[in-house]
């Protein structure tokens, strides 16, 4: 086989950066997830861009708690993964491989499918940490939609304060 002049290495990322998808096409919710690991990603200054994203989404509380969140679970990918994320342009509309398996592990772990997380997970994680991440994914996952934070709220908050007779 003749040798193109890349490494396994190269050929990786050049298949995690393949478009499989739209941005423009995703929920609300995944494209600001996305814009995030982007920016993440990206090694500079981020924190402040996604700190502008998130409360502009949710609200300065719930902004922190996601920050928060974000950060765990991204902290988790970043020590758990078998080579380097290949990513798109922060808000370039192509939706590569790689950013497609972390939303889609973040997705699935947040509805309960942790098997299926964690399926996705193989594709970037290596074995001995793939139930941390899918952990810190579900995590992320319930924080994400501001209707579903609502909604967890005020059911935590009434569970607490229930009438008992």
């Known amino acids: 086989m003749p040798s193109t002049g890349r490494s396994e290495a190269q050929r990786a990322m050049a298949r995690g950066a393949e478009p499989v998808g739209s941005v423009s096409n995703l929920p609300e919710p995944e494209k600001r997830l996305l814009r995030c690991l982007r920016l ?11 700190w502008t994203i998130l409360t502009n989404a949710l609200g300065p509380l719930q902004a922190r708690i996601e920050l928060r969140v974000f950060d765990a679970y991204m902290s988790n990918v970043a020590v758990s993964i078998d080579r380097q994320i290949a ?14 398996t ?4 973040v997705r699935m772990a947040a509805a309960g499918d942790r098997s299926a997380a964690i399926d996705n997970a ?22 994400m939609d501001p209707a579903d934070i609502r909604t967890t709220t005020m059911q935590g908050y009434a569970s607490m304060h229930a009438t008992l007779h």
Request: charged letters at 30%.
């Open 87 to 100: 990513r798109h342009g922060v808000y370039c509309d192509c939706l590569g491989r790689d950013e497609a």
């Open 102 to 105: 972390l939303l889609a592990i």
């Open 40 to 50: 993440w990603m990206a090694e500079h200054d981020y924190q402040e861009q996604i």
């Open 122 to 143: 193989t594709n970037l994680v290596r074995e001995d940490r793939r139930e941390p991440v899918v952990d810190a994914a579900e995590w992320l996952g319930q924080t």
